[in-house]
């Protein structure tokens, strides 16, 4: 069974950087693709980033294209979202979320299982 959880938020200046991390405690690990999207305040959730399970796909949405950079590490059973030269508009809960079927997907309703989130906020 898939469970993920997502680690690395903070509070950061304008500028700066953060990494996420989400992580899998399951079995299957090398088989997923996995999505990370971000919810702010009064918002709705959109894509950030995904990664097929191979790392052989990968988007981004165009907001973070250039900033963000997002990696699989199967030894790990984990995956990365390296967040560089972060602005307030970035400030959100950031979510992982993985699916069995859509590499690289930007779909939200493509993706079934979820993690509970962690939080970004970026100071101006």
């Known amino acids: 069974q898939v469970q993920l959880l997502e680690s690395g938020g903070g509070l950061v200046q304008t500028g700066g950087s953060l990494r996420l991390s989400c992580k899998d405690s399951?079995?299957?690990?090398?088989?997923?693709?996995i999505g990370w999207f971000r919810q702010a305040p009064g918002k709705e959730r959109e894509f950030v980033a995904a990664i097929g399970w191979s790392g052989a796909t990968i988007n981004y949405a165009n907001s973070v294209q250039g900033r963000f950079f997002i990696s699989k590490v199967n030894d790990k059973n984990t995956v990365f979202l390296q967040m560089n030269s972060l602005k307030p508009e970035d400030t959100a809960v950031y979510y992982c979320?993985?699916?069995?079927?859509?590499?690289?997907?930007?779909?939200?309703?493509?993706?079934?299982?979820w993690g509970p989130g962690t939080q970004v906020t970026v100071s101006s």
């Open positions: 979320a993985s699916t069995g079927y859509f590499a690289g997907s930007i779909w939200e309703s493509e993706y079934d299982t």
């Open positions: 399951g079995r299957t690990f090398r088989s997923l693709n």
